[in-house]
């Protein structure tokens, strides 16, 4: 069985429930590493200061973040400790809503969410089936990493799903993105009807 990567507690007004999170999904691409052709020697790749071929050690990098001037602002490690999102292990559910109303493109990645122990068994149960009967999805917030992330619990099957989320400002606005797009068109009702009996006609159940 996989480990955990991350232990809590999913929480709601006087609700309690001690979890395990596991990743639901895995990668299955193959990964190469580099050689150089001819002599079939690894190629490595070096933390070298800029301009020089001098090697960086790790702990004397630090990191910068770059403004709208294209000039860097030098952080340290204590300054970033001091912004970061308290540490918490509680999954804090503030609202449900309906799934349908959750545009996917908000979705990013996908976690089982597991009782902890036999003693939540019933009350992981208990909400799995609530959910599961009302079709609602719980809208909640957990610190994970250092990082705080916006997630949507929802039921599948026997378990609870937990899905993290894009904030509404990392969605791109597609008028900004793609440039112009088709609105307001008044389509020919012929063309419309054909296309709309083709997709029916090439409709499965997932």
Do not use: C
């Not at 709208?68 to 804090?92: F, K, M, N, W």
């Not at 109303?101 to 990013?108: A, G, H, Q, R, S």
Request: glycine share 6%; charged share 30%.
């Amino acid at each position: 069985m996989a480990r955990p990567v991350w232990n809590g507690a999913i929480t709601f007004g006087l609700v309690n429930v001690g979890v395990g999170l596991y990743s639901a999904t895995e990668e299955k691409s193959v990964s190469f590493h580099q050689f150089e052709k001819d002599s079939g020697k690894r190629v490595r790749n070096k933390r070298v200061a800029e301009g020089t071929d001098r090697e960086v050690d790790y702990e004397d990098v630090a990191k910068g973040y770059e403004t709208d001037s294209g000039d860097h602002v030098i952080v340290s490690q204590e300054e970033l400790e001091s912004v970061a999102p308290e540490t918490s292990r509680s999954i804090t559910i503030d609202d449900f809503v309906q799934l349908a109303d959750i545009d996917p493109i908000y979705f990013e990645r996908a976690y089982y969410l597991a009782p902890k122990d036999e003693a939540n068994e019933h009350a992981y149960a208990l909400l799995r089936e609530a959910m599961k009967q009302a079709g609602l999805a719980g809208i909640a917030t957990l610190v994970m990493r250092n990082k705080q992330y916006l997630a949507a619990i929802r039921a599948r099957d026997d378990v609870l799903v937990l899905n993290t989320m894009h904030f509404a400002d990392e969605v791109r606005d597609p008028g900004e993105t793609v440039g112009s797009v088709p609105t307001g068109r008044k389509l020919p009702k012929r063309e419309l009807d054909t296309a709309i009996r083709l997709i029916s006609e090439l409709t499965v159940d997932w």
